[in-house]
Structure formats: structure tokens, C-alpha cells
């Protein structure tokens, strides 16, 4: 029996309907726009709780000193500002005197975040520290606001640690080298809007079969997996469809937490991903892909084939959305050999849903 290779740069027919006819300008919106007439998130089985690590807010770049800008993330508004020190500092956005979103019209006063309404002014914990009209603090707002957001800044991202019941961070966030490396390019960063669920975009990554049905794969990819208390990491290898024949791949990824991940691509131009990946309510999150290759790839003999591997990687995240953007989460789903380890991911991936009242030390340990 033959078996023909498919052109990797081909949509196959299960996303072909979909994509096959957008112009640039459409495909571009359509990332982003929101799909109408969806179920809701309880009707998908999206109404679960969100998982606690770290999680992308901005790139670095995206938020100078001085600068207040409002977020929405995990379902709450959230203001976000550099102070005049750099450092950037993160709070739920309603002030508690009368409930003004901060994000709007707030501004940066030293390293606090002055409310646009009465000028009221809180430091990075929630504290107010000034009522300029006032003699006195309210003894409530002395003290830091109940829900905090830690915040740190690597790989040119600034990253916030979101937890339900307030734990501090249990890991840190892990630094890559590339991201920094002056012999690596900028971040040639897409944006995309995902209506769907963390936990169903995740489990993509060990899911062998869809690379071959969705993305045209030449074939249904080996894997070698690791699994550790607080992370997961993979190798697949792939022969790519391309024109000139099958190309020999390598997929490498990372994931610290349901938070951050990277991957490393190789076969046909070397590529770094650092996927940003932020739920803003239970059936939405945002994602924005940064790229970095090697300088001497991306602007010498081969950059069309550097340029190339970063426009299969976008059409492969276009081809899942269509079936995120309408995705159910089953509980108990019907899996079969050549599936991957789906259920050995959902098992790893459960630590980071909290059981109420269980304590930092269970979650910990568990």
C-alpha cells in the first residue's frame, strides 16, 4: 500500500471549509473576533475552575514606566502599572472607596496607582498610603487588599501568579535562554482570541493523532514524554509534507505549570515559541505567540524557509481554534489506541485545580 505525502502548507480537509477562502485581512480578523451565537460555557462543560500557576499579562516592552493599563484575566478586571522605580505592580481594578476601575484614567504617582475619581493612592499590596483631601486613612484600606497578584518579569513577558485561594507562588517562572540572546531576533509576535477552554487547548500537545488529521502531517508522530510534579515536557518526531518531499522534524516543549510554555522547532529552520496563553473568563482565553530565530537564519541564505516555518506554525494554531472555538470538555472521554496519553495528562494536569479548604501544604504535596 502507498502512501501519498501531503503538503504540509495545505489545509486538509477538516479545516479546509473554514480557511480556505480568507484573505489576509479576514484570516486576521477572524483570530481575533468573537464568535457569535456560541453555547455557554456551562452548556460546553466550560463552567470548571481555572487552574492556579503563572500567567502572561504583557510583553515587558507593552508597558513603559509611568504607564497604567487595564486587564482582564481569570474572570476579574485587574489594573496594572510600572512605578517610577520599573518595577511593575498588579491589583484587582476597582478602587475600594467607590468602585472607579483604576485602569481608566488612573495614574501612576511614584510607585502607587492613584484612583482617576478622588486621587485616592494604593502601593503594589492594595494599601492606601494617601487621601489628599483627607486627615485621615479609613483603618480598613491600611491593610493589603485580600486577593493579591504577584508579579515578575522574564523571557520579555511580565507574568502574574494567579492561585483562587491567595497561595504565594510555588515555583518560579522559568527563564529561557533565547528569549534574551542578542544572536536571536525580536519577537515577531500573532494574536489570536480562543472562546474555548485552557484545559482543551493543553491537551493538544499529547493528542498524536491530530497532527496528522488536522495539521497534514506526513504521519502520526512518536513521542517521548517526561512528567514531574510541577512540569511536562515532550519530543515529537515528525516527517513534514513539504514540496520538495518529507523533511525530518523535531517538536520539543515545556510546560511549567498550565501557565508557560515554549517549544523548540527544528527540521527545517530553528525556531523558538514562547506561547502566551491567558484565560480571561471560563470559555476565552487570549494567546499570543512570540517567535525568535537565529539572526544568521532568519536574514541569511534560508530566511524565506525561517519565514516560512513561523506561517505553519500560525495556520496549525487556525486550523485547532476552528475546533476549540466550539469545543465541549467531556469528563470521561472515549479514547482509543494511537490517542496519546491523555488520560496520564488530565492526572498531572488536575494538581493545579484546587480543592476548597485543602491547604498550601496538600496542594504542595500533591
Known amino acids: 500500500m502507498t502512501t501519498e505525502t501531503t503538503d504540509a502548507r495545505t489545509p486538509p480537509v477538516a479545516v479546509w471549509q473554514v480557511l480556505e477562502r480568507m484573505s489576509r485581512e479576514e484570516l486576521l480578523a477572524w483570530r481575533t473576533a468573537e464568535v457569535k451565537g456560541r453555547p455557554s460555557a456551562a452548556e460546553r462543560n466550560l463552567d470548571m475552575p481555572y487552574p492556579f500557576g503563572w500567567y502572561p499579562a504583557l510583553l515587558s516592552a507593552e508597558l513603559a514606566i509611568g504607564e497604567v493599563r487595564p486587564l482582564r484575566y481569570f474572570g476579574t478586571d485587574l489594573v496594572i502599572w510600572r512605578g517610577e522605580d520599573g518595577q511593575v505592580r498588579m491589583l484587582d481594578a476597582y478602587c475600594r472607596h467607590l468602585g472607579a476601575h483604576m485602569g481608566h484614567g488612573g495614574k501612576v504617582n511614584g510607585n502607587n496607582i492613584e484612583c482617576p475619581f478622588h486621587a485616592w493612592q494604593y502601593n503594589g499590596e492594595g494599601v492606601v498610603e494617601h487621601i489628599p483631601y483627607s486627615r485621615t486613612i479609613p483603618p480598613q484600606v491600611k491593610r493589603p487588599c485580600p486577593t ?202 488536575a494538581k493545579f485545580y484546587v480543592t476548597p479548604g485543602a491547604g498550601p501544604a496538600a496542594m504542595a504535596a500533591e
Open 148 to 349: 493579591q497578584w504577584p508579579v515578575t518579569e522574564a523571557n520579555r513577558w511580565i507574568w502574574f501568579w494567579y492561585h483562587p485561594e491567595g497561595i504565594a507562588p510555588l515555583w518560579e517562572v522559568e527563564h529561557v535562554p533565547e528569549a534574551t540572546d542578542p544572536a536571536w531576533t525580536d519577537y515577531d509576535v500573532f494574536e489570536w482570541n480562543v472562546w474555548g477552554n485552557l484545559q482543551n487547548m493543553a491537551e493538544n500537545g499529547v493528542d498524536a493523532a491530530h497532527f496528522k488529521y488536522i495539521h497534514g502531517a506526513a504521519n502520526v508522530p512518536e513521542y517521548e514524554f517526561s512528567w514531574d510534579h510541577f512540569w511536562r515536557s515532550a519530543r515529537l518526531f515528525v516527517r513534514l509534507g513539504t514540496p520538495q518531499g518529507e523533511v525530518n522534524g523535531e517538536i520539543a516543549y515545556k510546560n511549567i505549570g498550565p501557565g508557560q510554555s515554549y517549544t523548540r522547532f527544528t527540521g527545517i529552520s530553528e525556531t523558538l515559541l514562547i506561547a502566551c496563553i491567558t484565560p480571561v473568563d471560563k470559555d476565552h482565553c487570549v494567546a499570543r505567540f512570540c517567535f525568535t530565530q537565529p539572526k544568521a537564519q532568519a536574514a541569511g541564505p534560508r530566511a524565506g524557509a525561517a519565514r516560512a516555518i513561523i506561517k505553519d506554525i500560525c495556520k496549525q494554531f487556525d486550523q485547532d481554534k476552528v475546533v476549540w472555538d466550539r469545543q465541549r470538555y467531556l469528563e470521561k472521554p472515549l479514547v482509543c489506541a494511537g490517542d496519546g496519553p491523555i488520560a496520564q495528562f488530565r492526572q498531572w494536569y
